[in-house]
């Protein structure tokens, strides 16, 4: 063994300690696994990582919002920010998000230790409320990074009525002005669990991701007219379910055409009122529609109206407000090194579009972005399964330190 | 005015007056119109029609499980039955059911005033737990006439825990054995509102029934694979979305070929676990068929079988065990009689099959049956805003009465 592989080892050792010691923080007394921000479970791992970010030296620091950074000052002021979040969903998983957190630490702390002081500063970030899990704003800590973080938003309300600012206040935070977003970030990096199955599928260990899909996402609802199912004739009916059942299998049709590059989701249908002998009043479906290419997202809403416009006749179609987030495409120069770096440590590899949000998709309208994938066994994640081998992380691990190395040291 | 008008006229005030004292009994303490059997409610209805009947001079009596008899002895010692149920389901109406037992109360108490001693004996019945809003076991007080209830039946507990046995002690009931089938019945007429709205739409005041339809009903299962939404490519997902769709889709093209005598629906539509961005693990439907006519539901569970067939590829399909009433055909000599009689005073009539399940469905098996149906407007039912026009009220009892006056009479 030599001392690269001896390195690799440790760090691995490392890893695999700190996912532990970090998911011991996101068990609830109630024995749910929920790492919600501005809870105690949030104060915990906030400890855990300025433990291990001052024990590597760096210089740790919060900002307005609750980003916990570690700092290694480099040469230039020009910041290589390199991490993840670190909240969960309920009933999450170990590696969602701290996974990136975790490897951006070790990584960093490993190349300070071997190489000194880096040409750009280096820090590392665990972002807060990514998730939505307590509050309704989502990448809260990203946007704040941007400087896009509204102050309406602080009066977003959990379940309990509390509202975010006072969350916020509760663990020790907001007590500067909120960032106008930061001018010295000159890359951002992240390492995340691919919460997908392609990479298994492929039998591949590192995804070099390209873009995060954008996203389309409405209700529609076809509205009948509630009856007797017994004693009301067929002819005298206003039954919506053979309107939705049309359209879904319509819309499925156009989305098919495009498997390589969209994919289409329903995964609410309901009926109202719902009982087994009744014509329902109505049917709702969700439409969650995806897709790296943003000229594809416009045709489906154009899809949408179309067979609303063809298929209502008796029966209303009514389409919900369209929320549509512009698919998001990463730093190309950074696919490119990434690539090589992959290739030149001989590890398998896809090039692929994230399906999945991320924090990358905020900062990445901003800055220059990359994200590595590691695999998800069976694709699993928000989920207490959530797993990735040791083999695969040490291989994300290797990637990201060696591309960290490209940028903050070599850049 | 001739002494029939002004008969027919005390007739219909009489009605609508024991209409609204009869539905005072079905008011509970929290508010809600329900009047479940063996219940406080039920227990006034009974009270209520007891008093009718004595003041009418019928002999009144009860039988072991609590069907409410008032009877005028005859000639001959065969019976001509006439009534419907007194319970209502939750949130039910005014008419569903007491209406059947209040127009015949009147209706032969008035030709027992004009015409003495009947030749066959004639006995009104206000049957108990047609609707199953309370157990489990539907048309109880039919079953019992029958001698088709089983003791196991009286097992049945309410959402309390209450026995059906315990719940009909309490009334004051089950101090018999149960009834092993009347053989003394010769016919039994019933008149119910239509609970759907042909007779509106063919702006008829009478509906002659031919025939309860026959109910096959079952709840059909797709099972795919759950996964995100996101991260999971169309060419890797198992959706059981689109396949059900086509299912849907298939099923109801098949129904609207016999527009005339079949329907089909589809009242619920469940997906889990049913978050819009998750690719269901499963949709499950369920599946109402209705027909007058027995080969349309065998060529239904054919056709059922046969769709799984097409479209189980890589999504299962789980067909849950088929429940099959058969159609119960009402007597034709009677429809016939009817038709004559509706004809005779100048009324507007349909003849039409019952979409909907009456006492009638369990009696018409063992017994001659007859049902006549006033119109319910906007086809309401089960509902609190039921509701009958005091003119189709009144030509529904003068159409009993002629009926009743025909088989006691002059049978």
Known sequence: MNAAEKREQTDLQWLTGAIEAAAQTGLRPDGEYWRATYTKEDNKVVDLLRQYMTEAGMEVYSD????????????????????????????????????GVLTAIR??????????RPQKTLEVVATCE?????????YLGSHHICGDLQ?????????????LKEAMQASGYLKEPLSRGRQDIDHFVE?????????????????????IVGLLCTEIRFFGHQNHAGTTPMALRK???PTAAAYISRLFDWARQYMDDTVCT????????????????SVTISIDIRSARAERLSEA??????????LEESIDIQIAPIECEQPVLLDEEGVRTLTALAQAAGMSYQVMPSGAGHDSQVIGLKYKTNMIFVPSVEGISHNPKEYTKPEDLNAGMKLLRAYIKKLAWQG
Chains 1, 2 share one sequence.
Do not use: C, W
């Open 64 to 99: 307005a919002v609750g980003n916990l950074f570690g700092r290694f000052p480099g040469e230039s002021e020009e910041v290589i920010l390199v991490g993840s979040h670190r909240d969960t969903v309920r009933q999450g998983g170990r590696y969602d998000g701290i996974l």
């Open 151 to 163: 102050e309406e938003s602080l009066k977003d309300m959990d379940k309990n009525g509390i509202s």
């Open 191 to 211: 390492l995340h669990i691919e919460q997908g199955g392609v990479l298994e599928h492929e039998k591949k260990q590192i995804g070099i991701v390209t873009s």
């Open 107 to 116: 990584a960093a702390a490993s190349l300070h230790a071997e190489l000194g």
């Open 239 to 241: 039954d919506p379910v």
């Open 130 to 138: 990514e998730e939505s899990s307590r509050f309704l704003t989502s």
């Open 266 to 281: 329903i995964g609410q249908l309901r009926t109202l009122p719902g009982s087994a002998n009744v014509i329902p009043e």
């Open 301 to 310: 809403q154009q899809v949408l109206q179309q067979l609303k416009k063809e």
